[in-house]
């Protein structure tokens, strides 16, 4: 059973996260949920040390390199509640959805996505929380990896929120092609001066 589906199976998880205490410790798949990642984001943020802090425990006979993690919740709401942001391009920004290249835009980004429809809703790391509870509720939501390329070659539920994808895309080819130019026009300007010495 996917996370997903777990989730929406537990109707009061909610609830359950706004009643605990803030020294409640929770596991990585909770914690995933709760801060609307996934797992593996979750471990990538460990590894990279920019995530939230968590508790691992670690016996000193034991030669396991990977012992269990937990997080506290109250560690988890800091977290969260500093990364909050107030438009998707600060959100992108801050998760690290500043596009510098065309690569950025071919590697596989987690949109949420209407089975009814086939629509894209929104990004999910830039969707409001609000709006992602009511995608967990919703049967039809699910999480897809695909490009942000991929993403703006299908149809959207919010045209306003394709918008933005798009002219982040343009703006960066904009600045590539801009970088090019600016490097080809400094070849032909070195190659004419070597020509005439």
């Known amino acids: 059973m996917s996370t997903i589906e777990t989730l929406r199976e537990m109707s009061e998880v909610w609830s359950l996260f706004s009643d605990m205490p803030d020294d409640a410790t929770i596991g990585v798949d909770l914690a995933a949920l709760y801060l609307g990642v996934s797992v593996k984001t979750l471990a990538r ?80 790391l830039t969707l409001p929380h609000s709006i992602s509870k009511d995608c967990l509720k919703n049967h039809t939501c699910e999480v897809i990896w695909i490009s942000v390329e991929e993403a703006l070659s299908r149809q959207w539920r919010n045209a306003e929120e394709r918008k933005i994808w798009h002219s982040i895309f343009r703006e960066t080819i904009q600045c590539i092609i801009l970088e090019s130019t600016s490097q080809q026009e400094k070849h032909e300007i070195l190659s004419n001066l070597d020509i005439r010495h």
């Open 45 to 124: 943020y460990r590894q990279n040390g920019d995530g939230p802090p968590y508790v691992q425990y670690q016996s000193s006979e034991s030669k396991a390199r990977n012992q269990r993690v937990n997080y506290l919740l109250g560690d988890l709401r800091a977290w969260r509640n500093n990364h909050r942001v107030s438009s998707t391009m600060q959100a992108a920004q801050v998760r690290g959805l500043a596009f510098t290249t065309l690569k950025d835009f071919v590697e596989p980004q987690p949109f949420w996505a209407d089975s009814s429809d086939d629509k894209i809703i929104e990004h999910i």
